[in-house]
């Protein structure tokens, strides 16, 4: 009885070690299943999209701002881009639905890898938990780019490289290939938040970050996302749509239908931060359209 007793007491021991250890198996949290966006007060940038020349609260240097004031939303009717997915740093932002699943390794039961999918597009993640490095610099860069994670607590620190330039919001403002992001993925109950932090050398001069709510719904699916490219618009060979520097006629729009002083739909890290509302109270108010045009000579 007492040999039997005490095999009891070194299994029971061995169970709590493998529970308590750090990096175990069960140092984790369950986070597989199908995820529905929630939109609340972000809906107008996620669905319609965000309104050409709207670049406040980023942190943006002037060469995004030179690069958004140049795109032309007919861009996306290039065969070309009709089907490219978002990069991994806005895929979230979309309106499809997330599946994730856990893979784990059978031997151990140790989680290996995180597979995401967001239903438009089909936009698919690998990410990496076995502890392998992320690649040279100048490996394969992609749309999800190459992440690792590791859990702190309860919350899935997420690191992603090797991105290729993509977009930060949807009305042309630039993301380059040398960023690079940090997610924290946090569950509470049915709710997940993953808040994103974007560092950008070439067009950032502060690290951006927003975070993005999920609700984990049994009854959501991820169907097949076919895309299939088709002549959209007659142009010339080679045609690419732009606006030339200082040639876009609608980046004051959004100030003027809003009535905010259009150096502070500019954008910028000073935009960030709540004593800029102090600063707006010295700036103009917008001008109307017309006084605009002709204040411009156009």
């Given at each position: ?127 990496w938990m076995d502890g392998r490095p992320h690649p040279p610099a100048d490996a394969l860069h992609t749309w999800a780019g190459f992440s690792t994670a590791r859990w702190v607590g309860d919350i899935l620190e997420v690191t992603v490289t090797h991105l290729k330039e993509g977009y930060l919001r949807r009305n042309g403002l630039p993301r380059s290939d040398k960023a690079t992001v ?117």
């Amino acid at each position: 009885m007492a040999i039997r007793h005490v095999h009891r007491i070194v299994g029971f021991a061995a169970v709590w070690v493998m529970v308590a250890l750090p990096g175990s198996a069960f140092a984790q949290i369950d986070m597989n299943g199908v995820w529905a966006p929630i939109f609340h007060e972000d809906q107008p940038e996620r669905v319609p999209g965000p309104e050409v020349g709207d670049y406040a609260g980023l942190p943006i240097n002037d060469a995004a701002r030179a690069r958004a004031d140049a795109w032309d939303a007919s861009l996306l009717t290039l065969p070309e881009h009709q089907c490219k997915p978002h990069p991994s740093t806005y895929g979230f932002r979309g309106v499809g639905n997330l599946r994730l699943r856990f893979d784990f390794d059978d031997a151990t039961q140790r989680l290996v890898k995180i597979n995401t999918q967001i239903q438009w597009m089909e936009q698919k993640r690998e990410i990496w938990m076995d502890g392998r490095p992320h690649p040279p610099a100048d490996a394969l860069h992609t749309w999800a780019g190459f992440s690792t994670a590791r859990w702190v607590g309860d919350i899935l620190e997420v690191t992603v490289t090797h991105l290729k330039e993509g977009y930060l919001r949807r009305n042309g403002l630039p993301r380059s290939d040398k960023a690079t992001v940090k997610e924290y993925w946090m569950r509470n109950g049915d709710y997940l938040t993953v808040a994103a932090i974007v560092h950008d050398p070439v067009y950032l001069t502060e690290p951006f970050i927003r975070t993005t709510d999920y609700e984990l719904n049994v009854h959501q699916q991820v169907p097949p996302y076919p895309c299939n490219v088709v002549q959209e618009v007659d142009r010339e060979k080679g045609a690419v749509p732009h606006l030339l520097p200082g040639a876009n006629p609608f980046t004051t729009e959004f100030a003027t239908r809003h009535g905010i002083p259009l150096e502070a739909t500019r954008g910028g890290a000073a935009t960030m931060y709540p004593d800029f509302r102090l600063k707006m109270k010295n700036m103009p108010a917008p001008l109307p359209p017309a006084q605009q045009q002709r204040a411009e000579g156009r």
